[in-house]
């Protein structure tokens, strides 16, 4: 059984920083390219960001609301996903969910509150 | 970036009504895109991939169809467990974009 679980959220003041990790199992996750996908509260679904296998040199894709403040990066051998959030603003309080390249499986979202 | 447009934004239907959503991208995307219903509190869910097909599960009664900028979701006769948020999503360019989404209620 596909399984991805999200952990590292929480309440970051503007400006700071946080890292979000997504444990992945019930699949090969090295051959998987895997995304991030947030959701503002009340708010529809927003795109994050891609990161690709290592076949494809582990090359990321950002939106450009992320773009030079979001990391995406990967630990095959721990079957793990990270976000790394940086400069955090308050429009960047979301569920946040990783899922699979093609959108088939989510994780249950983790929960980032940028406040001060 | 591709726009992708939604409509309606929100409807209210009845059970057993037929139901059509749209979604329109602002430039040619092939057949590459989904469907994804989510209610209050959950995890959005896919339900059609390439345009037309179907993910595994879910009921036949979600058919989507087009292609190039103009697509379709379309709920056969509506079920009491369909009423939720409906968004379309673009996959064929960077940044991938959803459709701000279809509230579907009950009438």
């Known amino acids: 059984e596909v399984q991805l679980v999200e952990s590292g959220g929480g309440l970051v003041q503007p400006g700071g920083s946080l890292r979000l990790s997504c444990a992945a199992s019930?699949?090969?996750?090295?051959?998987?390219?895997m995304d991030w996908v947030r959701q503002a509260p009340g708010k529809g679904l927003e795109w994050v960001g891609r990161?690709?296998?290592?076949?494809?040199?582990?090359?990321?894709e950002y939106a450009a609301s992320v773009k030079g403040r979001f990391t995406i990066s990967r630990e095959d051998s721990k079957n793990s996903l990270y976000l790394q959030m940086n400069s955090l603003k308050t429009e960047d309080t979301a569920v946040y969910y990783c899922?699979?390249?093609?959108?088939?499986?989510w994780g249950q979202g983790i929960l980032v509150t940028v406040s001060s | 970036d591709i726009q992708m447009t939604q409509s309606p934004s929100a409807m209210s239907a009845s059970v057993g009504d037929r139901v059509t959503i749209t979604c329109r991208a602002s430039?040619?995307?092939?057949?590459?895109l989904a469907w994804f219903q989510q209610k209050p509190g959950k995890v959005p869910k896919r339900l059609i991939y390439a345009a037309s097909s179907l993910h595994g599960g879910v009921p036949s009664r979600f058919s989507g169809s087009g292609s190039g900028t103009e697509f379709t979701l379309t709920i056969s006769s509506l079920q009491p467990e369909d009423f939720a948020t409906y968004y379309c999503?673009?996959?064929?360019?960077?940044?991938?974009?959803f459709g701000q989404g279809t509230k579907l209620e009950i009438k």
């Open positions: 990161i690709r296998n290592k076949a494809n040199s582990y090359t990321t």
């Open positions: 019930g699949f090969t996750f090295s051959d998987h390219y």
């Open positions: 430039q040619v995307i092939s057949n590459n």
């Open positions: 999503l673009q996959y064929n360019s960077y940044p991938h974009t």
């Open positions: 899922t699979r390249r093609a959108f088939d499986y």
